[in-house]
């Protein structure tokens, strides 16, 4: 299947810092790209929608400014986390959906965030 | 409001057991139903079912879904303890975003 990687996988930052999470489509190309969140023993919960060339669209309760969402390429999207927080504190998991396929959507191994 | 249940959500068993998992959904524009085993990062892929009563098998595993009942079950035959994981369901719409159930949390004891 196809491969997506996220950088960095873990992540330790101090209240009020800003934290980018890169996430990459190796071996296909990804128009779209998702970001989710995911709380210990909780499901994932979609944040938003990136488009390349485009804004994101977030989910509701999702502030815009906080989360900054980057797609400045088919095969790089980028999350900023801004003047973060501990309740920020969480697995962010990110995926693409495979241009030319049958709209798998393939995952990225997460990035866990620690706000201290 | 786009919704997917499963059930139950913790299940504990013996090596060797059979177990089966639901999930049902309310997604608007449905396209497929997708499930996932998640052990201690992302979910991995494991099956998309699009049609009804066609049956996805991988292993030990298998998948069905009845679009009518808007339902999809998971079976995992002679479970093994490496199956220990959630697994999570989860109802694609028209806009490709994925809504995604609560889990079940399988743990197979030896």
């Known amino acids: 299947g196809a491969v997506v990687s996220q950088h960095p996988s873990r992540v330790i930052c101090k209240s009020g810092t800003s934290v980018k999470i890169e996430c990459r489509s190796l071996d296909f190309q990804a128009t779209t790209m998702f970001w989710y969140r995911q709380f210990p023993k909780q499901s994932l919960m979609l944040m938003a929608t990136?488009?390349?060339?485009?804004?994101?669209?977030?989910e509701q309760g999702v502030e815009k400014d906080k989360f900054l969402i980057n797609h400045a390429s088919l095969t790089l999207s980028t999350l900023t986390v801004t003047s973060a927080h501990p309740e920020d504190s969480s697995f962010y998991i990110c995926?693409?959906?495979?241009?030319?396929?049958?709209?798998?959507?393939?995952f990225g191994p997460g990035t866990r965030l620690t706000v201290l | 409001e786009d919704k997917v249940v499963q059930s139950p959500l913790s299940l504990v068993v013996h090596e060797g057991d059979t177990v089966t998992l639901n999930c049902s959904y309310e997604?608007?524009?449905?396209?497929?139903l997708l499930w996932y085993k998640q052990e201690k990062k992302a979910p991995t892929f494991l099956f998309m079912l699009?049609?009804?009563?066609i049956e996805k098998k991988s292993g030990r595993l298998s998948s069905i879904l009845d679009k009518k009942e808007l339902f999809s079950i998971l079976n995992i035959t002679a479970t093994q303890t490496g199956d220990s994981a959630v697994y999570l369901c989860a109802g694609q719409g028209g806009s490709e975003k994925l809504v995604f159930g609560k889990g079940t949390k399988l743990t197979v004891n030896p």
């Open positions: 990136s488009n390349e060339g485009s804004k994101a669209t977030y």
């Open positions: 995926s693409g959906v495979h241009s030319g396929g049958a709209h798998e959507q393939f």
């Open positions: 699009t049609s009804s009563g």
């Open positions: 997604v608007t524009n449905f396209r497929s």
